[in-house]
């Protein structure tokens, strides 16, 4: 069974940082890559970064580009988001999400697994 | 930039009934990339239907997508109970690398 668990979320004060982890369970995970997703609360869900299966392509949102870094260690199953500079406006749920991938005669792309998310409030 | 723009904001529908959400994108897109995803208070999402119109493993049929170019549709049959939710469409892209729609919050009427 597919399973992916964040942790190391919490309230932490403006301009503080912090450093979320999933673990994976139950697939290989050095072949998929791997994303977070946030949701504020009462809002949607906004893409945060993807990192593919080896680290070698790596993509952030505009709204956290120099402040966050995506990172995966493959030995240890498990997905980092390293949180710089925080702003409140980065208080949401955050979710890590495995991208499912299948071909046929294209390609199709999709996030068909999710952790229960993990909570971060930056608030003074 | 491609916006997914999503409509109605909230529809409200009893059990029994058809429901049809829309999602439209700022630009063409390739139905390989649109995805629609449903969530329920509290819980992660769950992916429903990729590449526009192919069913998730345990989706029940009574769940379909379609639609091209710049629309978009999910499309519930009859309505369950359990099928009110939000309901958010994506798209698999370049820059961004991944956009949601603003979703559609189903309501029981």
């Known amino acids: 069974e597919v399973q992916l668990v964040e942790s190391g979320g919490g309230l932490v004060q403006p301009g503080d940082s912090l450093r979320l982890s999933c673990a994976a369970s139950g697939f290989t995970f050095s072949s998929y890559s791997m994303n977070w997703v946030r949701q504020a609360p009462g809002k949607g869900l906004e893409w945060v970064s993807y990192i593919s299966s080896s680290s070698s392509t790596i993509y952030y949102a505009d709204s956290v580009k120099g402040r966050f870094t995506i990172s995966r260690d493959n030995a240890k199953n498990s997905l980092y988001l390293q949180m710089n500079s925080l702003r409140t406006e980065d208080t949401a749920v955050y979710y890590c999400?495995?991208?499912?991938?299948?071909?046929?005669?294209?390609?199709?792309?999709?996030?068909?697994?999710w952790g229960q998310g993990t909570l971060v409030t930056v608030s003074s | 930039e491609i916006v997914l723009t999503q409509s109605p904001g909230t529809l409200s529908l009893s059990p029994g009934e058809r429901a049809t959400l829309s999602c439209r994108a700022s630009q063409s897109v390739s139905s390989s990339f649109l995805a629609w995803y449903q969530q329920k208070p509290g819980q992660a999402p769950r992916l429903l239907i990729y590449?526009?119109?192919s069913r998730a493993t345990g989706i029940p049929d009574r769940f379909s997508g379609s639609g091209s170019g710049t629309d978009f549709t999910l499309t519930i049959s009859r309505l369950e109970p359990e099928d009110f939710a939000v309901y958010y469409c994506?798209?698999?892209?370049?820059?961004?690398?991944?956009?949601f729609g603003q979703g559609t919050k189903l309501e029981i009427k």
């Open positions: 999400a495995r991208e499912g991938y299948y071909y046929d005669s294209r390609a199709y792309y999709y996030f068909d697994y």
């Open positions: 590449g526009a119109s």
């Open positions: 994506q798209h698999y892209g370049s820059s961004p690398h991944y956009t």
